[in-house]
């Protein structure tokens, strides 16, 4: 049985979240809060709380500062963003501030609940669409993302299949989808995800997610292997 929290000031998106985690996690209890200082308080008060699903438009609480603010009075709970604004550097940032995840409130049902469960399991989540690069990932070194800066000799240490573990990572895959992609095993990707933690010397996704951010790695890729690739 999961213990998750939403911390929302509109009761209707709440009453929503509430009507999703019951249909989709029916073993699951759900803690509501309208404001930061119940959350707060919610999550002082609930030991075996897994998951907090934070707005960041709550009335005593303006932008990133609640994750700020639950991040340092509670650091062992993992917060995700749920929000409507679905700009790149936001979610960075949150991240950046230890978020485990982020997921837009314009989400589908069916990928809400794949991101929940991705979380629950101690994944970190991101809106596939937005972190998604716009570069494209076939063009050659020298033709792909035009002054967008090549990795550093770290990433250089990764192998050509850690370098695309990474890739989709840093789009917000999880595991599965990443097995699925590569035709790997879900082991294999931990594997991979575990060499590539050690070879970047980050202590977990969240800060391979933003120290591939501003790396060009599909150029890396191209690279290696010549246009054709």
């Known amino acids: 049985m999961h213990t998750l929290m939403v911390a929302d000031d509109h009761p209707l998106f709440r009453e929503a979240i509430a009507a999703v985690i019951e249909a989709g996690l029916p073993d699951s209890r759900l803690l509501e809060a309208e404001s930061l200082d119940e959350a707060l308080r919610h999550a002082g008060a609930?030991?075996?709380?897994?998951?907090?699903?934070?707005?960041?438009?709550?009335?005593?609480a303006s932008g990133l500062e609640g994750l700020r603010a639950l991040r340092a009075a509670h650091p062992w709970l993992p917060v995700a963003i749920l929000s409507a604004d679905q700009e790149r550097r936001t979610i960075l940032d949150a991240l950046d501030l230890g978020a485990v995840g982020y997921i837009p409130k314009s989400t589908a049902r069916r990928s809400?609940?794949?991101?929940?469960?991705?979380?629950?399991?101690?994944?970190?989540?991101?809106?596939?669409?937005?972190?998604?690069r716009s570069a494209v990932p076939h063009l050659s070194a020298a033709g792909a993302g035009a002054g967008a800066p090549m990795p550093g000799p770290r990433f250089a240490a990764l192998t050509d299949k850690?370098?695309?573990?990474?890739?989709?990572?840093?789009?917000?895959?999880?595991?599965?989808?990443?097995?699925?992609?590569?035709?790997?095993a879900e082991t294999t990707v931990k594997t991979h995800v575990s060499a590539?933690?050690?070879?970047?010397?980050?202590?977990?996704?969240?800060?391979?997610?933003?120290?591939?951010?501003?790396a060009d790695l599909e150029a890396l890729l191209a690279e290696r292997h010549g246009p054709s690739r």
């Open 196 to 214: 590539i933690l050690r070879k970047l010397g980050v202590p977990g996704r969240v800060q391979a997610i933003l120290a591939a951010n501003d």
């Open 112 to 132: 809400l609940l794949a991101a929940l469960a991705q979380l629950l399991e101690g994944q970190v989540y991101l809106p596939p669409d937005i972190m998604r």
């Open 162 to 184: 850690q370098l695309e573990v990474l890739i989709r990572l840093s789009h917000g895959a999880s595991n599965k989808v990443i097995a699925r992609e590569l035709d790997i």
């Open 46 to 60: 609930c030991a075996e709380l897994d998951l907090a699903l934070l707005d960041l438009g709550l009335p005593d």
